[in-house]
């Protein structure tokens, strides 16, 4: 994760690494025989949960030395004609994912 302030690791996760929690998921539910399950795991543990394990570490090391201070969040307003959709940014990839549907599927940004 690259980045030495929160602020930064934030911005590098949003413009791409979300990506490697996506297709881990992703990956994981392309398995569909046991044998085929445990070589998914197998990688995931070999090369996903060590990068995720840095990752993590590194953002607490970054937020020790530059605590997080979130501002109040605005009052959202539903409009008529539009959806409002909350997802909290614990995973951030799947919120990706959800909104590559709804555009694909022609909603408007």
Same mark, same amino acid.
């Given at each position: 994760?690259?980045?030495? #302030?929160? $602020? ?21 539910? #392309?398995?569909? #025989? ?11 543990r ?10 993590? !570490?590194?953002?607490? !090391? ?6 997080l ?5 605005? $009052? ?32 408007? #940004?």
């Amino acid at each position: 994760m690259g980045g030495a #302030t929160p $602020e930064d690791i934030a911005r590098h996760y949003a413009a791409g690494l979300w990506k490697v929690d996506d297709r881990c998921l992703g990956g994981l539910g #392309t398995a569909n #025989t046991a044998a085929d399950r445990a070589a998914v795991e197998a990688v995931v543990r070999t090369v996903y949960l060590p990068w995720l394990a840095a990752g993590a !570490e590194h953002f607490q !090391e970054a937020v020790r030395h530059q605590p997080l201070s979130y501002p109040p969040a605005e $009052e959202a307003s539903a409009v008529p004609g539009h959806c409002l959709l909350f997802a909290d940014g614990l995973r951030f990839d799947v919120g990706q994912r959800v909104k590559g549907k709804l555009w694909s599927g022609g909603a408007a #940004t």
